[in-house]
């Protein structure tokens, strides 16, 4: 009987999976220590959602339950989504974002291996379209902040959205470096003025770099372990790098550095977690250099001209459409033909 | 074409693995030999190729290295008594065949003598290349590395191989299997031997042998063994599939074969160790192929290397290994990569029988329930074919079986190296497997579907004659009529049997037609005196409009069958490209006669009905 081969060297879906959870704690960490305790709720709510909408999709499309909920994708997509979204939000917000990433994104097109759409981020634009109010109310980092909420008080404000005393949220939130980069932009300021704010710190947000450099810490492990090819975190930062380096070039008075765009937004969790999903994603080398090319430009396109702050959700999806398109006019030549 | 290679480098090919090696348990003994069995079983497919001819009876007595069973057409290998004994029958009996199937077997029973024919060495330097080949069409030598295809053709018997180099595969990149490594460590002076008469019949100006560089004490051998000779010995890095002819050229030469040639069509041939050393001791000695090193590792008592007489059954071999552990749940022949299980151990030791290793599940756990493909391309990234298993495996799952060959599924070798890093623990081969023998029975079908096809296009075409000739007949009675029909709307022509040399026949068809007209024409007026208006815009519920869609569904499917026939004779190109020329301009006039009579009919529809 032909069952060759009978060995197996790679680690298992679960393991690999989990290596990616790994990677995301020093993330959270620095998250935890900015932002305070909030975005441990909002994770655990997505986690719990997340694991119940699986496992019940997964009864009603007659699948085997145990096997998929425990090979950590959903948790993954559930994380994602939570350190995506602000973390001082109604705890129904991240519920809804996780119902629809795990039930539409994923479930209903077939679950584990056919979404065609990275999940976290359908999850979130649906967020953004649907709440936009919501989801630009980010919290200060603590360093910053005028108030400062402890965590039973962002635990209070989730759940019943109640503020200590008389505080309004506005006390407690504010723009994010982008943003504000953005709407002072628009107001004729310039980028050296704009960047003096108490919002910046060295290289990108105050204290939201540190988070940034973790998020790239983790992805760098991930490479390490032979988790992700070096091919979508490279292209990715390296086209955003090249991208706003010539606006920044031609005229630094209106375009942020890259070194801003590197360390501000979604970008080190989208070149490391998000284009990264290989489910949605590119499988030949080449696909997956013009995918996250393709990913950094739309991103910088939608920052800098958009109606949005950041563009990683859209240029994601945008790009996931183009999967297909990029694996087959991309496929390596075979040995033994000619190009 | 001629440019001899430089061998100072190596190439490394794209992918490969590196799986545990689990070489040196067996590597611990010398070769060690057997008893003598009580019953050989000899199957008579033990190559690629035809069945050899049977030149034996039961009863007979043969000795030691009689031909039992000789080649028999091009591709074939001749099978010789590996004792002396008496054949006890000419049966079926179970092979070690991927398909666990029985096939035919010669069975001998040896006296216990051991007594060999009569050596005859052949003097190979000064005989005639041709000569030498032709003699060892009977020496009875297969691809002894596990290919088994018949080596005296792959020595050309033209005598013009077009060879300058020769490439001895002793890579042996399987785990397990050293089968090869102990014949080079213990018999590397032979092996040499072997290299230079297969050069010499290949005219072929320099040789190199590829090893592995896991196995030192082997190449040393070789090295001391291959001074003074002009063979290299050249060592690679140990990587799955290194021991794959066509990767091991591409190591040693940094040329790729191109996937629709052969090895000799760039000047390059490639032989195992253990086949240049029967060349050997068949041309040298006037030993045929009898017997074969076959490594015996796993979960055995004692792993070791023995030369065993083809057909000597299974648990012989086992039984010399120190026997089975008590958890060994089957035996599996080859490597771990690339292996199959075989139905049990009574099946004999074959040509191609490399290695056995006794299995076990906590030496082979199980493979676990395969989960969906995620993706990550681990497959392409080991594929040392450069193809993209993620994507063979999504096509050939769907039956896309077009796309699969267009992804170039049929350059894969089956090698595994990408289910071996499959997280998902998807079984990538058999996927392939399935794919390309679906694929090959399609082809099958279509080549007898085609000449069907083009048996009944040429009867259609008589027909189709005769009733020209009967019209022809018939057409100057028909004058007549002609200017009385010339005035009506061009005719529902009959596409399919009219054409344009068919004009008489044309005629009643335009009877038809006009009569078919006056009939929508009523039924139209009718509807539209039922409604007291012209028919326009409304729901299609009248009579009319019913009858209307119902043509017009009766001339979709006319052309859509006219279509699907011009299909069919596209594909019957090759065949008879003038039929298809010829048809397709008929078709083209069935379809344009088909909307002319169209449009005029709903002129004349329009005519009458406003």
């Known amino acids: 009987m032909l069952q060759a081969p009978y060995i197996n060297s790679a680690p298992s879906v679960s393991t690999i999976m989990l ?34 909408a699986e496992a019940l999709m997964l009864r009603l499309r007659n699948r085997p339950v145990k096997p998929f909920v425990t090979d950590y994708s959903a948790i993954i997509t559930a994380w994602l989504l939570a350190l995506a979204i602000p973390p001082l939000s109604p705890w129904w917000l991240i519920v809804v974002g996780t119902l629809f990433a795990i039930v539409v994104a994923k479930q209903l097109y077939g679950g584990l291996g056919y979404n065609p759409f990275n999940p976290a981020m359908v999850g979130y634009a649906v967020l953004l379209i649907s709440f936009p109010a919501l989801m630009t109310k980010w919290p200060a980092a603590l360093e910053i902040a005028q108030t400062k909420l402890s965590f039973a008080e962002q635990f209070r404000y989730i759940f019943s959205s109640v503020l200590p005393g008389d505080l309004k949220l506005d006390a407690v939130t504010s723009a994010t470096p982008l943003d504000y980069l953005k709407t002072q932009l ?37 490479w390490q372990q032979k988790i992700i090819s070096w091919h979508l975190p490279a292209a990715f930062l390296g086209t955003l790098t090249l991208m706003s380096g010539i606006f920044w070039l031609v005229s630094p008075a209106h375009f942020a550095s890259p070194l801003l765009h590197l360390f501000c937004g979604a970008s080190m969790l989208g070149a490391f977690f998000i284009i990264t999903d290989p489910v949605s994603g590119p499988t030949t080398p080449n696909g997956k250099l013009y995918f996250a090319a393709g990913v950094a430009i739309i991103t910088y396109l939608i920052r800098v001209y958009g109606g949005y702050p950041d563009g990683v959700a859209f240029a994601v999806i945008f790009m996931n459409i183009c999967v297909p398109l990029l694996d087959a006019h991309t496929q390596p030549r075979v040995f033994g033909y000619r190009q | 074409m001629n440019a001899l290679v430089n061998f100072a480098k190596i190439f490394k090919f794209h992918g490969g693995v590196h799986p545990p090696e689990n070489k040196n348990q067996s590597t611990q003994l010398p070769i060690g030999q057997l008893p003598l069995p009580d019953r050989l079983v000899l199957p008579l497919r033990q190559h690629v190729g035809n069945l050899p001819k049977i030149r034996v009876a039961t009863g007979d007595k043969v000795l030691k290295g009689q031909l039992l069973a000789e080649a028999e057409g091009t591709v074939s290998a001749a099978l010789h008594a590996p004792t002396s004994g008496m054949i006890m029958a000419i049966e079926d009996a179970v092979i070690p065949h991927p398909s666990g199937l029985p096939d035919k077997c010669i069975i001998l029973a040896p006296d216990g003598n051991d007594e060999w024919i009569e050596h005859r060495p052949l003097d190979w330097h000064n005989m005639e290349r041709k000569a030498v080949i032709a003699e060892l069409r009977n020496s009875g030598i297969v691809g002894f590395g596990g290919a088994t295809f018949p080596s005296h053709i792959k020595l050309r018997a033209d005598g013009k191989s077009g060879v300058h180099t020769l490439i001895i595969n002793a890579a042996e990149c399987e785990p397990y299997i050293t089968c090869d490594d102990m014949l080079m460590r213990e018999r590397a002076t032979q092996i040499v031997q072997g290299i230079l008469i297969a050069q010499h019949l290949l005219g072929a100006e320099q040789a190199v042998v590829g090893i592995e560089d896991n196995k030192p004490e082997a190449a040393a051998a070789m090295h001391a063994a291959a001074v003074g000779t002009n063979i290299q010995i050249k060592v690679v890095p140990t990587l799955y599939p290194s021991g794959d002819a066509r990767r091991l050229v591409y190591l040693l030469t940094g040329q790729e074969i191109p996937h629709d040639k052969r090895t000799t069509e760039v000047g390059l041939q490639v032989f195992n160790v ?136 049929f350059d894969c070798i089956e090698c595994g190296a990408c289910a071996y890093v499959c997280p998902s623990n998807i079984p990538l081969v058999q996927y392939y497997r399935y794919a390309k023998s679906e694929i090959i029975t399609a082809d099958r079908a279509k080549e007898a579907a085609d000449l069907a096809r083009q048996r009944n296009e040429f009867r259609l075409q008589r027909i189709e004659r005769e009733k020209q000739e009967r019209a022809a007949k018939h057409a100057e009675r028909a004058q007549g009529a002609k200017a009385e029909a010339e005035k009506t709307p061009a005719p529902q022509a009959n596409q399919y049997a009219a054409s344009k040399l068919a004009a008489p026949d044309a005629d009643a068809a335009k009877k038809a037609a006009i009569a078919a007209a006056i009939e929508r024409a009523k039924a139209a007026k009718a509807a539209a005196a039922q409604t007291g208006e012209t028919p326009k815009n409304i729901e299609p519920t009248s009579s009319a409009v019913k009858q209307e869609i119902a043509e017009i569904d009766a001339r979709r499917k006319n052309v859509g069958l006219e279509d699907k026939q011009g299909a069919a004779s596209g594909d019957a190109k090759k065949v008879s490209p003038e039929a298809d020329a010829e048809k397709q301009a ?12 169209k449009a005029a009919a709903e002129a004349a529809k329009k005519e009458k009905g406003e």
């Not at chain 2, 099946?347 to 199980?366: G, R």
């Not at chain 2, 008929?586 to 909307?595: C, P």
């Open chain 1, 19 to 52: 290596k990616v959870l790994l990677a995301l704690v020093p993330g959270i960490f620095a998250y935890v220590w900015v932002y305070g305790g909030g975005v441990l709720i909002s994770i655990a709510l997505a986690t719990a959602t997340a694991l119940l």
């Open chain 1, 186 to 222: 628009k107001l004729s300021h310039e980028v050296a003025s704009i960047s003096e704010a108490p919002l910046f710190g060295a290289v990108g947000g105050k204290g939201n770099e540190y988070v940034t450099a973790a998020y790239l810490l983790g992805g760098l492990y991930l």
């Open chain 2, 274 to 409: 253990a086949t240049v050393l029967a060349l050997h001791r068949y041309l040298d000695h006037g030993e045929p192929a009898i017997s074969r090193i076959v490594s015996v590792t796993g979960n055995v008592g004692r792993p070791q290397n023995f030369e065993v007489l083809f057909g000597t059954p299974l648990h012989l071999l086992i039984q010399a290994a120190g026997g089975a552990k008590a958890n060994t749940t089957h035996y599996i022949m080859g490597g771990p990569m690339m292996g199959f299980k075989l139905p049990d151990d009574d099946v004999p030791i074959t040509k191609a029988a490399n290695c056995i290793i006794a299995s076990a599940p906590d030496l082979f756990e199980p493979p676990p329930v395969p989960m969906p493909c995620i993706r990550c391309a681990r497959c392409a990234d080991a594929c040392p074919v450069s193809l993209q298993p993620q994507e063979l495996y999504w096509f050939a799952k769907s039956d896309n079986f077009e796309k699969a060959r267009d992804y170039k599924l």
């Open chain 2, 586 to 597: 008929k078709i083209a006039a069935a379809i344009e006669r088909a909307k002319a009579a």
